[in-house]
Protein backbone atom coordinates (compact mmCIF):
# COMPACT_ATOMS: atom_id res chain seq x y z
CA UNK A 1 0.00 0.00 0.00
CA UNK A 2 1.01 3.09 -0.76
CA UNK A 3 2.18 5.97 1.77
CA UNK A 4 -0.75 8.11 0.65
CA UNK A 5 -3.34 5.43 1.17
CA UNK A 6 -2.05 4.90 3.96
CA UNK A 7 -2.40 8.17 5.39
CA UNK A 8 -5.85 8.51 4.26
CA UNK A 9 -7.29 5.73 5.43
CA UNK A 10 -5.70 6.65 8.96
CA UNK A 11 -7.28 10.08 8.02
CA UNK A 12 -10.59 8.73 7.99
CA UNK A 13 -10.21 6.31 10.91
CA UNK A 14 -8.81 8.77 13.14
CA UNK A 15 -11.42 12.01 12.60
CA UNK A 16 -14.69 10.27 12.53
CA UNK A 17 -15.46 9.70 15.83
CA UNK A 18 -14.29 13.47 17.15
CA UNK A 19 -16.04 15.29 14.23
CA UNK A 20 -19.25 17.07 15.71
CA UNK A 21 -21.58 19.39 13.20
CA UNK A 22 -20.88 22.75 12.92
CA UNK A 23 -22.36 24.83 15.04
CA UNK A 24 -24.82 27.50 12.84
CA UNK A 25 -24.69 30.42 15.26
CA UNK A 26 -20.78 30.49 16.01
CA UNK A 27 -17.94 32.22 14.01
CA UNK A 28 -14.63 30.57 13.36
CA UNK A 29 -11.67 32.38 13.66
CA UNK A 30 -8.46 32.04 11.43
CA UNK A 31 -5.49 33.56 11.63
CA UNK A 32 -3.44 33.08 8.39
CA UNK A 33 0.57 33.83 8.54
CA UNK A 34 2.25 33.65 5.92
CA UNK A 35 5.94 35.42 4.45
CA UNK A 36 4.08 35.97 1.11
CA UNK A 37 2.38 39.56 1.64
CA UNK A 38 -0.50 39.47 -1.01
CA UNK A 39 -2.82 37.14 1.48
CA UNK A 40 -6.53 38.04 -0.79
CA UNK A 41 -8.89 36.24 -2.09
CA UNK A 42 -8.24 36.63 -5.40
CA UNK A 43 -4.57 35.73 -6.13
CA UNK A 44 -2.63 32.28 -5.22
CA UNK A 45 -4.72 31.52 -2.28
CA UNK A 46 -8.23 31.78 -4.38
CA UNK A 47 -8.86 27.66 -4.11
CA UNK A 48 -7.39 27.82 -0.61
CA UNK A 49 -11.03 30.55 0.04
CA UNK A 50 -12.94 28.65 -2.84
CA UNK A 51 -13.20 25.18 -0.62
CA UNK A 52 -13.49 27.47 2.73
CA UNK A 53 -16.74 28.69 1.14
CA UNK A 54 -18.14 25.75 -0.04
CA UNK A 55 -17.48 23.89 3.06
CA UNK A 56 -19.95 26.62 4.53
CA UNK A 57 -17.73 29.16 6.01
CA UNK A 58 -18.06 32.75 4.48
CA UNK A 59 -16.56 35.82 5.80
CA UNK A 60 -18.53 38.78 7.33
CA UNK A 61 -20.87 35.57 8.40
CA UNK A 62 -19.99 32.77 10.05
CA UNK A 63 -15.94 33.18 9.41
CA UNK A 64 -13.67 35.56 10.56
CA UNK A 65 -10.10 35.59 8.87
CA UNK A 66 -7.36 38.00 10.54
CA UNK A 67 -4.32 38.24 7.87
CA UNK A 68 -0.89 38.93 9.22
CA UNK A 69 2.30 38.77 6.60
CA UNK A 70 5.71 39.03 7.36
CA UNK A 71 6.55 39.91 4.04
CA UNK A 72 9.26 38.06 3.16
CA UNK A 73 11.39 39.67 6.48
CA UNK A 74 12.67 36.75 8.65
CA UNK A 75 13.15 39.42 11.27
CA UNK A 76 9.08 39.92 11.34
CA UNK A 77 8.25 36.28 11.87
CA UNK A 78 7.45 36.70 15.81
CA UNK A 79 6.12 40.09 15.62
CA UNK A 80 3.60 38.39 13.37
CA UNK A 81 3.31 35.68 14.74
CA UNK A 82 2.20 37.27 17.87
CA UNK A 83 -0.67 39.32 16.17
CA UNK A 84 -1.98 36.31 14.82
CA UNK A 85 -2.22 34.54 18.08
CA UNK A 86 -3.67 37.84 19.27
CA UNK A 87 -6.70 36.98 17.51
CA UNK A 88 -7.66 34.39 19.10
CA UNK A 89 -8.00 32.09 16.76
CA UNK A 90 -9.80 28.69 16.78
CA UNK A 91 -7.18 27.56 13.55
CA UNK A 92 -3.36 29.05 12.56
CA UNK A 93 -3.19 28.43 9.04
CA UNK A 94 0.63 29.24 7.92
CA UNK A 95 1.85 29.35 4.47
CA UNK A 96 4.88 30.64 2.51
CA UNK A 97 8.40 29.24 3.88
CA UNK A 98 9.01 26.29 6.82
CA UNK A 99 10.83 28.99 8.21
CA UNK A 100 7.74 30.10 9.66
CA UNK A 101 6.12 27.27 10.54
CA UNK A 102 8.96 26.33 12.52
CA UNK A 103 8.83 29.56 14.63
CA UNK A 104 5.20 28.88 15.22
CA UNK A 105 6.30 25.32 16.64
CA UNK A 106 8.25 27.00 18.74
CA UNK A 107 6.51 29.76 20.17
CA UNK A 108 2.93 28.09 19.59
CA UNK A 109 1.63 24.64 21.88
CA UNK A 110 -1.76 25.11 21.94
CA UNK A 111 -3.67 26.45 19.00
CA UNK A 112 -4.32 23.96 16.52
CA UNK A 113 -2.07 24.42 13.34
CA UNK A 114 -2.65 24.00 9.95
CA UNK A 115 0.52 24.65 7.35
CA UNK A 116 1.90 23.72 3.93
CA UNK A 117 5.43 23.11 4.71
CA UNK A 118 8.63 20.81 2.82
CA UNK A 119 9.86 17.33 5.00
CA UNK A 120 7.58 18.09 8.46
CA UNK A 121 9.83 15.37 9.81
CA UNK A 122 13.30 15.98 8.61
CA UNK A 123 12.34 19.30 9.83
CA UNK A 124 11.69 18.55 13.38
CA UNK A 125 8.10 19.83 12.79
CA UNK A 126 6.37 16.57 13.52
CA UNK A 127 7.05 13.21 14.76
CA UNK A 128 6.22 11.42 12.00
CA UNK A 129 3.36 11.53 8.60
CA UNK A 130 0.70 9.10 9.98
CA UNK A 131 0.49 10.90 13.75
CA UNK A 132 2.32 14.08 13.80
CA UNK A 133 1.19 14.11 17.75
CA UNK A 134 1.63 18.07 18.42
CA UNK A 135 -0.34 20.77 17.38
CA UNK A 136 0.54 21.20 13.98
CA UNK A 137 -0.71 19.28 10.57
CA UNK A 138 -1.43 20.09 7.17
CA UNK A 139 0.42 19.49 3.61
CA UNK A 140 4.16 18.68 2.75
CA UNK A 141 4.99 19.96 -0.78
CA UNK A 142 8.45 17.47 -0.57
CA UNK A 143 7.50 15.43 -3.25
CA UNK A 144 10.67 13.61 -1.95
CA UNK A 145 14.35 13.97 -3.48
CA UNK A 146 13.01 12.50 -7.07
CA UNK A 147 11.44 16.20 -7.17
CA UNK A 148 15.08 17.43 -8.30
CA UNK A 149 15.99 15.19 -10.49
CA UNK A 150 12.97 15.59 -12.27
CA UNK A 151 12.90 19.32 -12.34
CA UNK A 152 16.71 19.40 -13.19
CA UNK A 153 16.08 16.69 -16.26
CA UNK A 154 13.39 18.85 -17.37
CA UNK A 155 15.72 21.83 -17.74
CA UNK A 156 18.07 20.11 -19.37
CA UNK A 157 16.08 18.51 -22.05
CA UNK A 158 15.25 21.84 -23.07
CA UNK A 159 18.85 23.41 -22.40
CA UNK A 160 20.75 20.51 -23.22
CA UNK A 161 23.70 22.92 -23.60
CA UNK A 162 23.78 23.68 -19.59
CA UNK A 163 26.67 23.03 -17.69
CA UNK A 164 26.72 25.39 -14.81
CA UNK A 165 23.14 25.73 -13.13
CA UNK A 166 22.12 28.47 -10.36
CA UNK A 167 19.56 27.44 -7.89
CA UNK A 168 17.65 29.91 -5.75
CA UNK A 169 17.03 28.90 -2.58
CA UNK A 170 16.92 30.11 1.14
CA UNK A 171 19.47 28.92 3.74
CA UNK A 172 17.23 26.63 4.90
CA UNK A 173 16.43 24.80 1.91
CA UNK A 174 19.27 24.36 1.09
CA UNK A 175 20.65 22.86 3.93
CA UNK A 176 18.46 20.21 4.57
CA UNK A 177 17.40 16.83 2.42
CA UNK A 178 16.30 19.35 -0.68
CA UNK A 179 19.36 20.67 -0.89
CA UNK A 180 21.28 17.05 -0.74
CA UNK A 181 18.38 16.23 -3.42
CA UNK A 182 19.65 18.99 -5.72
CA UNK A 183 23.18 18.34 -5.14
CA UNK A 184 22.45 14.88 -5.58
CA UNK A 185 20.65 15.37 -9.51
CA UNK A 186 23.46 17.69 -9.87
CA UNK A 187 25.73 14.48 -10.06
CA UNK A 188 23.42 12.33 -11.40
CA UNK A 189 23.49 14.84 -14.73
CA UNK A 190 27.46 15.71 -14.58
CA UNK A 191 26.56 19.26 -13.94
CA UNK A 192 27.71 22.09 -11.80
CA UNK A 193 25.81 24.39 -9.57
CA UNK A 194 26.91 27.36 -8.72
CA UNK A 195 25.36 30.61 -6.90
CA UNK A 196 24.90 31.06 -3.05
CA UNK A 197 22.18 30.55 -0.61
CA UNK A 198 19.48 33.59 -0.30
CA UNK A 199 20.12 34.64 3.43
CA UNK A 200 16.59 36.66 2.81
CA UNK A 201 13.51 37.08 0.93
CA UNK A 202 14.06 41.18 -0.53
CA UNK A 203 15.50 42.81 -3.15
CA UNK A 204 18.74 43.20 -2.30
CA UNK A 205 19.12 39.70 -1.55
CA UNK A 206 18.43 38.68 -5.26
CA UNK A 207 20.47 41.33 -6.85
CA UNK A 208 22.73 40.10 -5.20
CA UNK A 209 22.41 35.96 -6.28
CA UNK A 210 21.96 37.27 -9.64
CA UNK A 211 25.21 38.96 -9.90
CA UNK A 212 27.25 36.40 -7.93
CA UNK A 213 25.40 33.87 -10.73
CA UNK A 214 26.43 36.16 -13.78
CA UNK A 215 29.99 35.92 -12.15
CA UNK A 216 29.96 32.51 -12.16
CA UNK A 217 28.97 31.89 -15.53
CA UNK A 218 25.71 30.06 -14.87
CA UNK A 219 24.17 29.14 -18.09
CA UNK A 220 20.57 27.98 -16.20
CA UNK A 221 18.95 28.19 -12.97
CA UNK A 222 16.30 26.30 -10.93
CA UNK A 223 13.71 28.23 -9.00
CA UNK A 224 12.83 26.58 -5.44
CA UNK A 225 8.79 26.86 -3.80
CA UNK A 226 9.57 29.31 -1.34
CA UNK A 227 6.45 31.30 -1.45
CA UNK A 228 8.50 34.73 -1.10
CA UNK A 229 9.56 33.58 -4.54
CA UNK A 230 5.63 34.52 -5.91
CA UNK A 231 6.16 38.27 -4.06
CA UNK A 232 9.33 38.88 -6.52
CA UNK A 233 8.25 37.07 -9.45
CA UNK A 234 8.51 39.86 -12.10
CA UNK A 235 11.90 40.66 -10.34
CA UNK A 236 13.01 36.99 -10.66
CA UNK A 237 11.80 36.85 -14.27
CA UNK A 238 13.01 40.33 -15.03
CA UNK A 239 16.27 39.16 -14.23
CA UNK A 240 16.57 36.01 -15.37
CA UNK A 241 16.04 37.10 -18.34
CA UNK A 242 18.82 40.31 -18.60
CA UNK A 243 21.17 38.00 -17.61
CA UNK A 244 19.81 34.86 -20.18
CA UNK A 245 19.69 32.34 -17.67
CA UNK A 246 16.96 29.71 -18.93
CA UNK A 247 15.06 29.35 -16.00
CA UNK A 248 12.83 26.49 -14.56
CA UNK A 249 10.32 27.88 -11.79
CA UNK A 250 8.00 26.01 -8.82
CA UNK A 251 5.04 28.11 -9.67
CA UNK A 252 3.16 28.42 -13.29
CA UNK A 253 2.51 32.10 -11.94
CA UNK A 254 5.95 32.31 -13.23
CA UNK A 255 5.21 31.15 -16.61
CA UNK A 256 2.15 33.69 -17.02
CA UNK A 257 4.44 36.73 -16.91
CA UNK A 258 7.07 35.84 -19.30
CA UNK A 259 9.43 32.92 -17.63
CA UNK A 260 10.58 29.71 -19.16
CA UNK A 261 9.10 26.75 -17.56
CA UNK A 262 8.09 25.92 -14.47
CA UNK A 263 7.20 22.16 -12.79
CA UNK A 264 4.79 23.11 -10.30
CA UNK A 265 2.56 21.62 -7.57
CA UNK A 266 -1.28 21.42 -7.74
CA UNK A 267 -2.16 24.53 -5.88
CA UNK A 268 -5.95 23.82 -6.27
CA UNK A 269 -5.47 20.44 -4.63
CA UNK A 270 -3.47 21.53 -2.25
CA UNK A 271 -5.06 24.62 -1.13
CA UNK A 272 -8.14 22.40 -0.87
CA UNK A 273 -6.91 20.18 1.50
CA UNK A 274 -5.85 22.70 3.21
CA UNK A 275 -9.47 23.79 3.40
CA UNK A 276 -10.45 20.58 4.40
CA UNK A 277 -7.83 20.11 7.09
CA UNK A 278 -9.28 23.53 8.84
CA UNK A 279 -12.88 22.11 8.84
CA UNK A 280 -11.91 18.86 10.20
CA UNK A 281 -10.16 20.94 12.98
CA UNK A 282 -13.18 23.56 13.22
CA UNK A 283 -15.52 20.67 13.87
CA UNK A 284 -13.35 18.95 16.75
CA UNK A 285 -10.40 17.04 15.42
CA UNK A 286 -7.25 17.42 16.66
CA UNK A 287 -4.06 18.20 14.64
CA UNK A 288 -2.28 15.79 15.97
CA UNK A 289 -4.08 12.66 14.62
CA UNK A 290 -4.46 14.12 11.49
CA UNK A 291 -2.05 12.78 9.18
CA UNK A 292 0.00 15.21 7.41
CA UNK A 293 -0.75 15.09 3.71
CA UNK A 294 1.69 14.07 0.70
CA UNK A 295 1.09 16.58 -1.88
CA UNK A 296 2.35 14.86 -5.09
CA UNK A 297 0.40 16.11 -8.04
CA UNK A 298 3.02 18.12 -10.21
CA UNK A 299 2.12 19.70 -13.39
CA UNK A 300 4.24 20.99 -16.38
CA UNK A 301 4.61 24.40 -17.93
CA UNK A 302 6.39 25.95 -21.19
CA UNK A 303 6.03 29.15 -22.28
CA UNK A 304 6.90 29.30 -26.07
CA UNK A 305 6.67 33.05 -26.68
CA UNK A 306 9.32 32.94 -24.14
CA UNK A 307 11.52 30.45 -25.07
CA UNK A 308 11.36 32.28 -28.86
CA UNK A 309 12.65 35.75 -26.89
CA UNK A 310 15.21 33.72 -25.60
CA UNK A 311 16.61 32.08 -28.79
CA UNK A 312 15.75 28.60 -26.80
CA UNK A 313 14.06 25.77 -29.19
CA UNK A 314 11.98 23.84 -26.93
CA UNK A 315 12.18 20.14 -28.28
CA UNK A 316 8.74 18.91 -29.48
CA UNK A 317 8.62 15.56 -27.28
CA UNK A 318 9.16 17.97 -24.11
CA UNK A 319 6.18 20.36 -25.74
CA UNK A 320 3.75 17.20 -25.97
CA UNK A 321 4.11 16.13 -22.79
CA UNK A 322 3.87 19.34 -20.96
CA UNK A 323 0.39 20.08 -19.20
CA UNK A 324 0.13 23.64 -20.41
CA UNK A 325 1.57 25.70 -23.07
CA UNK A 326 1.98 29.30 -24.26
CA UNK A 327 2.16 30.32 -27.50
Known amino acids: MKRRELLAGLLAATTASALRAAEPNKTYRLAFL ?21 LGYVEGQNFVVGRFSAKGDASRYDTTIRDGVSSSPDVILITGTSDLVLRVKA ?43 KRLG ?13 YLFTELYWNSRAGDAARAAARKFSVTLVGSPMRALQEPEYLRVFDLLQREHADALLVNETGNHLDNRRLIVDLAERNRLPTLYAYREFV ?30 KPGEIPIYQSDKYMTFINLKAAKTQGITIPASLVLRADEVIE
Open 256 to 285: DIGGLMAYAIDRNNMFGQAARYIDLIFKGA
Open 34 to 54: SSVADLSETGIYKPLFAELRR
Open 154 to 166: LLLEAVPTASRVG
Open 107 to 149: LVHSIPVVATMSDPVALGIANNFARPEGNITGISVDAGIEIWG
